[in-house]
């Protein structure tokens, strides 16, 4: 008599019978996986762990420093044991290109955990959006937004960026004016959210017209980025469980935005003109057109549109604020910027990226250095072996969570004399392939060249027409960036004195 007979004969419900064996099968084929892979990873070289948690202890708050510090004890290539997840973490350019460059079919796909939540809503939007999708649809994704930042596209949108810039000036003027100190951050937070929302939407925020909707949306989108970079329930729980991955605050935080994007798609597509104009139109248009060919569902759209918002949205800001506190902290830098740009540009002229990125060197070399010393993602996005590969000596086992360790690649002696210090010149001499803020390999940041746009452009315009300065000369402004998906930066008060001929 075989075992589904005696359990009928005993009135034991099959359907639960079939469920706990399927579960069964999956906790056994999962503890396989897994330590084949620990078995393969032991000989990697990394700190030492605690049974079960692993490293997370270790690692809690500004991960970046202690991956420096682990950099620094154990070489280029390190093993982290986050919980039941096998992490190893690549530094510094020769290693990471090894990976990245010679070795990109195999480091290319996303990180993709099993769907440890027996209620699967491990992923908010079943890995539909373009940061966290892999194979043919993550190409084909791929392909369209990069169709909107060609060259030729970010030409036009410097339109849109100048006179943003300019709506950023007036309202520094202003405060300017008053003579007082004041936050800048969310300023520079609302700039890059409005290139953005054009960029996606054709819309913009008044800088003047923060209400509480506009600062709920910086707010959110810090407060999910933060979120993101916390550790999941299933990196401790190596099987499937009945427990949410992650705490009620991240899926509240997603709601949000959800919502927000949610209301600018209708309010598009109540506006759209007939089937809209694809080639002239924001790339809302072009993912309305994905979505009525079936390429992409509802869910996808909605993903890729937060994805968008919140990645170019805070990267660019929180660059731009780190950039404005190196300007203080180095106020001979900014006055030699200020000189360099007011003998390049014609008073009654603009600054226009496409016509002066190449004839102002010492505006390249300022932005080259803030993004050595501040790079946006400091840990990149987790990326996943797809075979088992050698790189720096090292077996690393297919199915290892890989991390690249872009702060400490751009922060290390090894690599950069004085990495600590701000110096502009050092890219004269400096091989400019050593920086990847952007991340390194075929799933580098898409938008890097929008970014560099954004970043070259605002710098430029702001230091033309005011003179940054800290309210507090004798005490050097802290930046020193808390970890999160983008490395934040402080709060800074600060004092803007207008030049003599504003130029906006």
């Known amino acids: 008599m075989d075992s589904i007979t005696v359990a009928k004969s005993s009135g034991v419900d099959i359907n639960f ?3 706990t064996r399927s579960y069964d099968k999956i906790c056994v084929c999962l503890c396989k996986e897994n330590d084949r892979i620990s078995k393969i990873n032991s000989k990697i070289p990394g700190p030492k762990g605690l049974p079960i948690v692993g490293n997370i202890l270790n690692v809690r708050g500004k991960r970046h420093l202690k991956y420096q510090q682990y950099f620094r004890e154990h070489g280029p290539v390190f093993r982290i044991k986050a919980g039941v997840v096998e992490r190893v973490v690549l530094t510094g350019y020769p290693i990471l290109k090894e990976a990245f460059v010679d070795h990109a079919d195999i480091f290319k796909s996303r990180f993709v955990k099993k769907k ?12 539909s959006g373009i940061i966290s999708a892999n194979g043919d649809y993550h190409k084909n994704l791929k392909s369209v937004i990069l169709s909107e930042l060609t060259a030729t596209k970010i030409k036009k949108m410097e339109v849109h960026i100048n006179e943003e810039s300019k709506r950023l000036c007036e309202l520094l003027e202003k405060r300017a004016n008053e003579g007082k100190e004041f936050v800048m951050n969310k300023y520079f937070n609302l700039f890059s959210i409005n290139i953005i929302l054009r960029f996606l939407f054709g819309i913009n925020v008044p800088y003047d017209d923060l209400n509480e909707s506009s600062v709920e949306v910086i707010e959110v989108i810090q407060r999910f980025f933060k979120l993101s970079s916390a550790p999941l329930l299933s990196d401790y729980l190596g099987v499937p469980h009945p427990f949410p991955e992650r705490p009620p605050e991240f899926f509240k935080c997603y709601r949000k935005l959800a919502k927000h ?3 600018m798609i209708e309010n598009y597509k109540t506006n759209r003109d007939g089937a809209g104009d ?5 790339i809302i248009e072009k993912l309305l057109i994905e979505l009525e060919k079936g390429n992409i569902s509802k869910l996808g759209l909605l993903a890729i549109c937060v994805e968008l918002l919140i990645a ?6 929180q660059t731009l604020m780190f950039s404005t506190i190196a300007m203080i902290n180095n106020q001979s830098i900014q006055e030699k910027l200020y000189q360099t740009l007011n003998a390049a540009i014609p008073p009654n002229e603009d600054y226009s990226y496409s016509k002066y990125k190449l004839t102002i060197p010492y505006l390249s070399l300022v932005v080259k250095e803030t993004f050595r010393k501040y790079p946006a993602g400091v840990l990149g996005l987790p990326h996943m072996t797809t075979e088992d590969v050698v790189i720096g000596g090292h077996t690393i086992a297919k199915g290892t969570q890989i991390i690249q360790n872009l702060y400490a690649s751009h922060r290390s002696e090894e690599f950069w004399n004085q990495p600590d210090d701000f110096i ?3 890219f004269l001499e400096k091989d400019v392939t050593a920086l990847h803020q952007f991340a390194v390999g075929p799933r580098n940041c898409l938008g890097s060249a929008l970014a560099e746009c954004e970043v070259t452009s605002a710098i430029a315009t702001l230091i033309r027409n005011f003179n940054f300065i800290n309210p507090n000369p004798t005490q050097p402004l802290n930046d020193e960036g808390d970890f999160s998906v983008s490395m934040v930066a402080p709060q800074t008060k600060l004092l803007v004195k207008k030049r003599y001929n504003l130029a906006f």
Request: charged share 20%; proline share 6%; no cysteine.
């Open 261 to 263: 994007i949610t209301e």
């Open 424 to 426: 502009p010149e050092r």
């Open 17 to 19: 019978l079939s469920t």
């Open 278 to 282: 694809e080639e002239h139109g924001p």
């Open 116 to 127: 440890m939540f027996l209620a699967n809503l491990y992923s908010l939007n079943n890995f």
């Open 312 to 317: 170019g949205a805070d990267t660019v800001g």
